[in-house]
């Protein structure tokens, strides 16, 4: 089975990352910019910014599911005012973006944590 994985970069992603590589899945992953952190067998796909019209089309060809852990789950500037617009454009507008571009790619499987 081939996975996309978004979010492989943080605590649950990586820890993902690698069990999946043990049972012998093929992983591709979309991130906002090419990382070290995984061996070459981990595809890498560079989306740049996280936004509400990124493009995915590129990493969606030939898998048969997304898991999809990217989000924002922390408030690093706590005084800038659009806080709540920055959690709506990261975890609800990507997150529904992605979803559409994965329905039209005939991915079969959208998992979302």
Same mark, same amino acid.
Request: glycine share 6%; net charge neutral.
């Given at each position: ?21 043990r049972q012998s899945f093929s992983i591709s992953i979309a991130v906002r910019q090419k ?24 990493? $969606?060809?030939?898998? #048969?599911?997304?898991?999809? /852990? %990217?989000?924002? *789950?922390? !408030?690093?500037?706590? @005084? ?8 709506? $454009?990261?975890?609800? #507008?990507?997150?529904?973006? /992605? %979803?559409?571009? *994965?329905? !039209?790619?005939?991915? @079969? ?5």
């Amino acid at each position: 089975m081939k996975v996309l994985l978004t979010g492989a970069t943080g605590f649950i992603g990586q820890a993902l990352v690698t069990e999946l590589i043990r049972q012998s899945f093929s992983i591709s992953i979309a991130v906002r910019q090419k990382s070290n952190l995984f061996p070459d067998e981990v595809k890498q796909f560079v989306v740049r910014n996280f936004e509400s019209d990124s493009d995915f089309s590129a990493s $969606l060809t030939g898998i #048969d599911c997304v898991i999809h /852990l %990217a989000g924002k *789950a922390h !408030v690093i500037d706590k @005084n800038k005012a659009s806080v709540l617009d920055e959690f709506r $454009l990261i975890n609800t #507008d990507l997150t529904l973006n /992605l %979803a559409r571009q *994965a329905a !039209v790619a005939g991915v @079969n499987r959208f998992v979302f944590l």
